[in-house]
């Protein structure tokens, strides 16, 4: 009865394991013993098949193709997939030369035959009637006398693989492309954290920066007025390591001389009439951790500079009124728009203090002698106070070169003020020539050269900012090229470096000829 009852259960596949013939058995017969620690060995199962049976079977039961030919190419063997990937049954394969199915297009190239040409195992991409890609594998069998009497070759599908592959350099094609346009963009693209980097001085200058402020090294920013120290100054905290510290911007000419040093120092509770009950923080012990950014340093009086250069050389201090000392670690960062070595031959700035801050001196050119910045700051300028007032103004090509060639004594400050002015009182979208405050007055500042024509006018109205600035920067160029012999006169001519023409003629134009 248990015989009949496994027999019965023997066409529920899913409690019974599987033969090599495909035949059911029951699972109770292996798996039991074994779960119940019995050493009693499963029946064999009754099916026993021959050489050849087996043989079929396995061909069936394998996914990948298989295709088995004699010495000559013709098929002897197939395994069932070939029907999914060839169109053709095994029994339509069988007797058929590789070289006729080949001639059919039902694959190719045939790997056999080169197998059978070079007597060693090829693998080729082999392309089947309906497009698909097969990874084949050949492996030459040979008798006792070294004559190749079988050819066994095995294939998986690899479309999909292949396609990847094609879409992969056709994005590399696309980067290879694209890559010239970002450099381009990148050189446009005016803002590096509030920085305008177009200019080979700015590029330089950024650079400098940039290695800086990876040490807690002092630098001194020098400058006119308005050209922009203050951001120089928190570029330099935003990338060093005290980035997540405070960042202390005190402004020395600001500070009432009566109050300046309880505004640097703090002071303790009582210490004078009007004074917090809590006693105050001062400013440097708030710099702890982060930047102390003394702008105007000049100003600062002589009573206070003893003061400072204890703290810088020491880094304590004792509080207005206080008795105990006050540790404040951070990193300091000065700039002026006056001439320090002038100041210490007259007897108003210390010299001891000077050196302690003239660590790392960096001079931040004004805007007259970095024109090429000017396009990318106005149109900085222009979308943020487009985006603070909702507005949607554009600058003419015309206002633009006026811009360029004003000689902004006010420097980056003063670009910056008139744009917002602009933005506000400008009736319509476009800020025309006489729009500017100046005028013809901005010829008489420096130009690029004399000799150089206008841009012409867009005709149909203006264009959007960075179209303009594209516009002026290839007709500058295409003047430049044709006045000059070479791309280092072009160069020296534009104010750049002669690697900067050459990418931007390439960029415009396609060569540098």
């Not at 990148?186 to 950024?206: I, P, Q």
């Not at 005290?242 to 120092?265: H, K, T, V, Y």
């Not at 500042?445 to 109205?461: A, T, W």
Request: glycine share 10%.
């Amino acid at each position: 009865m248990a015989g009949d009852d496994r027999k019965g259960r023997g066409t529920d596949t899913s409690e019974h394991g599987q033969g090599l013939s495909g035949q059911s058995f029951p699972a109770d017969r292996v798996v039991q013993p074994a779960l119940s620690g019995q050493t009693e060995q499963p029946q064999e199962p009754e099916w026993d098949p021959g050489p050849e049976e087996e043989l079929e079977m396995i061909l069936n039961s394998v996914y990948d193709d298989i295709v088995i030919t004699d010495g000559r190419g013709v098929v002897l063997r197939a395994s069932r997939s070939c029907q999914r990937v060839y169109g053709r049954s095994p029994e339509e394969l069988v007797g058929q030369s590789v070289a006729e199915l080949e001639r059919q297009g039902i694959f190719r190239p045939s790997i056999t035959l080169r197998v059978l040409a070079t007597g060693t195992r090829q693998t080729v991409i082999q392309t089947t009637a309906d497009g698909s890609k097969k990874l084949v594998t050949a492996t030459p069998v040979f008798d006792s006398q070294g004559r190749i009497v079988r050819v066994v070759s095995y294939s998986r599908d690899v479309t999909e693989l292949i396609e990847l592959k094609e879409h992969l350099a056709e994005l590399q094609q696309q980067m290879g492309r694209v890559t010239p346009e970002l450099e381009h963009r990148r050189s446009l693209d005016t803002e590096v954290d509030g920085l305008v980097v177009e200019s080979g001085a700015m590029k330089r200058l950024v650079r400098q920066m940039a290695q800086l402020a990876k040490h807690d090294v002092t630098v001194l920013l020098r400058g006119e007025s308005g050209v922009g120290k203050g951001v120089f100054a928190r570029y330099l905290h935003q990338h060093s390591p005290r980035a997540e510290g405070p960042f202390i911007e005190i402004n020395s000419g600001a500070l009432p001389e009566s109050l300046a040093e309880s505004e640097l120092f703090g002071y303790e509770q009582g210490t004078f009439t009007g004074a917090l009950k809590s006693g105050k923080i001062g400013l440097i012990e708030l710099a702890h951790g982060g930047t102390l950014f003394l702008d105007e340093v000049g100003d600062l009086p002589l009573p206070l500079q003893v003061k400072l250069l204890k703290v810088i050389q020491e880094k304590t201090f004792y509080r207005v009124g206080g008795r105990a000392p006050v540790h404040s670690d951070f990193r300091l960062i000065a700039a002026t728009n006056r001439d320090l070595e002038a100041l210490v031959r007259a007897g108003a700035f210390r010299e001891d203090l000077f050196y302690r801050l003239n660590t790392v001196p960096l001079t931040i050119p004004p805007l007259r002698e970095r024109r090429e910045d000017i396009p990318g700051l106005a149109g900085y300028f222009l979308e943020r106070y487009n985006a603070k007032y909702h507005a949607r103004k554009r600058i003419d090509p015309g206002a633009l070169r006026q811009l360029v060639d004003y000689p902004w004594p006010g420097n980056v400050r003063e670009l910056e003020n008139l744009i917002e002015r602009l933005v506000l009182l400008v009736e319509g979208e476009v800020i025309q020539p006489t729009d500017l405050p100046f005028g013809d007055a901005a010829g008489n500042g420096h130009r690029m050269d004399d000799n150089l024509s206008d841009p012409p006018s867009p005709g149909l109205g203006a264009l959007p900012l960075p179209d303009l600035v594209a516009a002026y920067e290839r007709h500058l160029l295409d003047e430049a090229r044709r006045r000059c012999r070479s791309t280092t006169e072009m160069a020296s001519l534009l104010g750049v470096s002669q690697p900067t023409v050459v990418r931007k003629l390439r960029r415009y134009f396609g060569s540098t000829g």
